[in-house]
Every structure is written in structure tokens, then in C-alpha cells.
DNA sequence: TTGTAAATGGAACGCTTGTCTCATTTTTTA
DNA sequence: TAAAAAATGAGACAAGCGTTCCATTTACAA
């Protein structure tokens, strides 16, 4: 008989996340309207959070008893405690990203003691990753891929700051059992291994300013050799550029003068394992 | 005589940032209440996002007239249209960060084209920078900062996956006019290499699961001849923390297996260069 | 079909809301 | 200090709120 108003003993749903649960599980039980509602709710949990019981309703093509009814069938006692529930969820991602990253270099900024520093080098990598998640040109990634996926040797040039990304590619290629060298400038040997390379290879280049002088002049010689080569580095003008079939503008934020590597590192990894499938598939598997 | 019931003419802050802007801009001009009011407004935002004119001014000890005043004083033309401002700022994070990622990840999950693999790496690098913001163990950091300021020597040790790491903090180092070796096993010489440290110097070793056997043999050596040894690893059970004098314990995230650098990277980087700067100060510039 | 229970629509109600007005207090100006 | 202007507090009020209630419709069992 206590038809609508259930007691509270029963376990009301106090979070969203248990609340969606909830209401997904139901589904199938509940009546016409109320699941219309339910359906609503779900797709539009902030219309819920700030909108009025009437305008609610009307969004959702409802009366608003129907909606005190939803509410009351997963046992609140009123829309308005429901309502609780989905301005919750808003407040609770109080800490939103740029939030939480303004806070990061705000403290990093200001100084103050060991872990500012920390913080400060966690802000750096995470805005880097941000922005090039927001500006990859989807076209160029496309044909690096394609030129890389068909050399015979992958020639991996970096000095300096950049080598420890040449580094985690020539780990990488190796697994994926892609043949490469690594130009490493331990045994002052680069211009013999440069000289091997040949049109049928590709070589991936980085390069940020200030660019290192051997990593431009290896890079002129051996685009001038015939070998297509991928570039990453930082703008336009870089000298880079110039030599390159395809290159990639990656801004790396910095902290206390060392930039971060993260963005870097994660086009280098994404373009070796994307060649390692390519590779794998035979370019069969491609996107209409 | 239009004392409040601005025109719409002049400039209303519609976004949050601006209206942000706009009442740092003119706090000192405004009347004692007002400016009460203003100070809670951007000190709880989410209070005037959900609350009611009254429980509002009731929190800020105010009248809720005032609350009213201070919007048209601002160019509203009444309370509900400030608060539409703040609604909105809490609507318009709507993707929030973990949201965000969520999608990158399912993206990158349904396996769709090469972006897909890219957004991958991205996931993953946020996700690893995120898990060690929130673990760092500050007196743990600043033990290892302690331990390697002290050293005559830093011996930096880290082999394959993790040996882009150990370039870099070797990288920096050197740019910080700090001593350092990097154990590299190039030329077969680690042994040798190992022999010179003594319990005046320090080590950085980087390993994870699978470690290298190579890492963990050396490690053992030289931390028998007393050298201390800063660990960065990914568990307790690590062979690495037996050897350690302070280890990290950093999970990073991974993606078609290859594990994402950047937490390692953003720990690697701050200490160095809190080592640095600790150097640099001598020590005196301590936290009380 | 008929009877019963559930579901729904819509109007009515009491209450709280945002806003306005006006008397009072505080601040500024001369 | 006196006068004028600005700021403030507090109550009044209409509008809109969430909720309830009841008549009607729909679904289902016998």
C-alpha cells in the first residue's frame, strides 16, 4: 500500500554513479513514462541538476508528477532529493583538469619548497599532452605511417635532449621486430652509418631548439642521399623542416629549463607501434 | 536615477572568467557588503551555482537584497541571471578530466584507425602523470634529494625500456654541472665503471617488471661497496627496494605494451633538478 | 467481457522564491 | 557640523515552485 512513499530504510541510491546503476538495472520494469523519464535523465544529467521540476518534465515530454513518481520509484522521497544527487555529481568534479593543473603551476610558480618542483615538471608534461592531443595533424600522421611502414630500415637521428626518445624508439622498433639504427655518436662513426642509408629506407628525426648542429648537418646529408625522413620538431622554421617529407610541430612545455618529453614520447611511440601494425597488416586494414 | 536596473548595453561578463576579472577589477570601489558578497561569490562558486537567493545571502551574512544589488551592480539585470554564469561554468567543464580520458581510452579501445593508437599513448601518459601526482611520497623525496645532493658522484643505472630515462637525468645533470655516469653497457665495462663508486657517491637506478637482470646485478654490487641507492621502480616486491636506501613506487599505465614514460620522466626531472637547486642553496633554504 | 490494479494526466494547494520598496543607517561632501 | 548621497536592512508581494490529490485511462487476470 505505501505505494509512492517508501521508506527511507531501503537503500537510496546517494551517488550518481549508484544512481545510474540503478536506474539502468530497472530499466526494464519501469512503466512507460517513468522509463521515458529514466531515459532522459540519463542523457541529459544537467538539465536535471539545473532545471525545475516543470521545465524538466516538459524537456522530457512528461508531466511533473511523473517525474516525482521516477523520483519516489528509486526511493527518494521527493524530486528535490533527487535532484541532490545530480548537482552533486557537478560539484564533485569540483577539481576539474585546468583546475587542477592552474593549482599545479601556481604552486610550482610561486616556489615553494621541493615538491613545487615536482609539480611544476607534472604541469609541464601534462600540458604538453593536451596540446598536441588537440593539434596532431591527423594527415600528416597518415603519411609518416605510410612512409616509414615501408622502409626497409628505420633510421632513428636525435642528440642531446631529443636522444632519449631516439633511444625508446630504437627499443620499441626492435620489439616489434622492425629493423633500425639507432645514430648514436658514441664511436664517431656517423657518417658511415649514414652512408648505408638509401631511398628504400626512412629515417625519424628530432630536433628541438636549440637545434644540435650534427642533428641538422646528418639530416642534410642524408635527405640528399634520396632518404625520406620524418621529422619532429618545434615550428616551422625550424631547419629541420626543410629536409623533411613529413614533419610534426610538437610544443613541448618546459619547467625550470628542461622541456618535457611527454608529447614527444607519445607521437614517437604511437608512430612506431601505428608502423608496426601497418606492417603487420600488409595496409589491408585501412580506413575508408 | 537607473541606480540599478542597468542597461544590457554595457558589457555583461557572460563566462565565468571574465566576471571573475571583473570583480578582482573593481573590489576596491565596491561598498562594504558588496564587496562581502563578491569575496563569497568567487570563493564559492558552487554555493551560488546551486543555492537560493536567501541560503545565499544567509551563508555570506548578507541580505538577500544585497545579493541582488551586487548582481545589477555588476550589470545583471537580477540575481537569476549572475547565477545562470555560474550554472554554466559548472556545465561547460562538463568533460571533465576523467571523462576526457575515458573517451580517449575507449576510443583508442574500439581500436579504430591509427589516431586510436596515438590517443592511446596519450591516455595513458595522462593517466601515469595523474597516479603520481596524487602517490608521490613527499618524505621520500625529499630523502632522495638529501642522499643525492650529498654525493661526490651521481651513477645513473637503467637498461632498456627504462635507459631513455637515465639519458635524460644524464642529459640534465651535465646541464646542472653536476657529476654524473651513466652505466651503459655499450662497450662492456660496467664492471669497471661500478668499481670507482664508493660510499661518497650515490645511484639513480631505474628498473621495471621484467627487470633486467643486468639492472639488478649491478645494483646489488654497488650497493655491497656502500653506495646508497635511489630507486625508481614499480612495486614493493621489486628486487630493486632490496637494494635501495629510498625507492619510488610508480605505476605507469601502459599501451599495446609499451609503458608510458612520463611519470618515470616527471620524477626523474624533479630530482635532478631539486638536486641542483639544493646544491646550489647548500641547504639553507629549508622548509621550517 | 468484467473487475481490479497500476499508470497517467491535470488541476489545486501551500510554500518558498526572487525582486521590489521604503525606512534607516552610514558615508561623503561642503 | 549640516546637508546630501550612498548603502543597507527588512518586510511585502506576486510569481513560480514542488508536491499532492483525484479523476481518467490503460493493462492485465479471471
Known amino acids: 500500500m505505501s505505494l509512492g512513499g517508501a521508506t527511507m530504510d531501503e537503500r537510496v541510491p546517494r551517488d550518481f554513479e549508484t544512481l545510474r546503476a540503478t536506474i539502468l538495472e530497472r530499466r526494464q520494469s519501469l512503466p512507460k513514462r517513468i522509463a521515458q523519464i529514466a531515459a532522459y535523465a540519463l542523457d541529459n544529467p544537467d538539465d536535471i541538476a539545473f532545471g525545475t521540476a516543470a521545465s524538466i518534465a516538459a524537456s522530457a515530454g512528461v508531466q511533473p508528477s511523473t517525474l516525482i513518481r521516477f523520483a519516489q520509484q528509486l526511493g527518494f522521497d521527493g524530486f528535490t532529493s533527487l535532484q541532490l544527487v545530480f548537482r552533486e555529481r557537478l560539484r564533485e568534479r569540483n ?49 609518416a605511417i605510410a612512409v616509414l611502414a615501408k622502409a626497409e630500415t628505420i633510421y632513428v637521428l636525435a642528440k642531446r635532449r631529443s636522444y632519449p626518445v631516439a633511444s625508446y624508439i630504437a627499443y620499441a622498433l626492435g620489439k616489434l621486430k622492425i629493423r633500425n639504427q639507432l645514430i648514436e655518436s658514441a664511436a664517431g662513426l656517423n657518417a658511415e652509418m649514414i652512408g648505408f642509408a638509401s631511398p628504400r629506407d626512412a629515417v625519424i628525426a628530432i630536433s628541438f631548439s636549440p637545434y644540435a648542429p650534427a642533428t641538422i648537418e646528418e639530416a642534410r646529408v642524408i635527405s640528399e642521399q634520396g632518404v625520406p625522413i620524418v621529422a619532429i620538431t618545434d615550428s616551422s622554421f625550424s631547419p629541420l623542416a626543410q629536409f623533411a617529407r613529413v614533419w610534426f610541430e610538437v610544443a613541448e612545455a618546459d619547467f625550470a629549463g628542461f622541456r618535457s618529453l611527454s608529447a614527444t614520447m607519445a607521437l614517437a611511440m604511437a608512430l612506431t607501434v601505428a608502423v608496426g601494425e601497418k606492417r603487420r597488416d600488409g595496409g589491408r586494414k585501412r580506413k575508408a
Open 95 to 143: 577539481s576539474s583538469y585546468d583546475e587542477r593543473l592552474a593549482a599545479l603551476r601556481a604552486k610550482a610558480e610561486e616556489g615553494a619548497g621541493h615538491r613545487a618542483i615536482f609539480d611544476g615538471f607534472v604541469a609541464a608534461a601534462s600540458t604538453s599532452l593536451n596540446d598536441i592531443s588537440r593539434t596532431l595533424n591527423e594527415d600528416h600522421f597518415e603519411d
